[in-house]
T-cell receptor
Framework: DGGITQSPKYLFRKEGQNVTLSCEQNLNHDAMYWYRQDPGQGLRLIYYSQIVNDFQKGDIAEGYSVSREKKESFPLTVTSAQKNPTAFYLC?????????????FGPGTRLTVL | QKEVEQNSGPLSVPEGAIASLNCTYSDRGSQSFFWYRQYSGKSPELIMFIYSNGDKEDGRFTAQLNKASQYVSLLIRDSQPSDSATYLCAVKGDKIIFGKGTRLHILP
């Protein structure tokens, strides 16, 4: 089955720790995205990548880092510099090209800071 | 700042009635428009997309687009309790922007 997987489903972080959220897709999509969703809020873009070894900051990149070493993988690291990281994190991917291509979402990771 | 606006709700609709969800956007260069459904604690899933003015129907769902008024809507006919969810409008120009979503509650 083609799709996007995210792990872990739930993650707990202590103050001052860096944590890495995994995102893998087997859809052969070029573009991948990380969003953050807070209760009652829409999706805010953290980082995106349209090609391997290249990525761009989104609207709220501070305190986060990413890498894109493989087409299939786009991990997100939440660093200790992110002061309020508790949120629902969503990874998405899409084909680059036609404007009407939808974004497919993974199941999400819920991060809680203890 | 390019924006996508939705009424946060909750919008309460009796079972079997038509639910009407609305979305306005600021970027006139937007080319394609998406409606996602998101159940509590889950990730968004695509319901409809539209890119031409007018109506597009898929089963109980109809998307309506009016580019002149910068307005897109989603109609859900014969609403079911399983339609209770948050509906996100997304607008794509040079990048995709999501609205904050409208919570829909179908009353049994």
């Amino acid at each position: 089955d083609g799709g996007i997987t995210q792990s872990p489903k739930y993650l707990f972080r202590k103050e001052g720790q860096n944590v890495t959220l995994s995102c893998e897709q087997n859809l052969n999509h070029d573009a991948m995205y990380w969003y953050r969703q807070d209760p009652g809020q829409g999706l805010r873009l953290i980082y995106y990548s349209q090609i391997v070894n290249d990525f761009q900051k989104g609207d709220i990149a501070e305190g986060y880092s990413v890498s894109r070493e493989k087409k299939e993988s786009f991990p997100l690291t939440v660093t200790s510099a992110q002061k309020n990281p508790t949120a629902f994190y969503l990874c998405a991917s899409t084909v680059v090209g036609a404007s009407y291509n939808e974004q497919f979402f993974g199941p999400g990771t819920r991060l809680t800071v203890l | 700042q390019k924006e996508v606006e939705q009424n946060s709700g909750p919008l309460s609709v009796p079972e079997g009635a038509i639910a009407s969800l609305n979305c306005t956007y600021s970027d006139r260069g937007s080319q394609s428009f998406f409606w996602y459904r998101q159940y509590s604690g889950k990730s968004p899933e695509l319901i409809m997309f539209i890119y031409s003015n007018g109506d597009k129907e898929d089963g109980r769902f109809t998307a309506q687009l009016n580019k002149a008024s910068q307005y897109v809507s989603l109609l859900i006919r014969d609403s079911q309790p399983s339609d209770s969810a948050t509906y996100l409008c997304a607008v794509k120009g040079d990048k995709i922007i999501f609205g904050k979503g409208t919570r829909l509650h179908i009353l049994p």
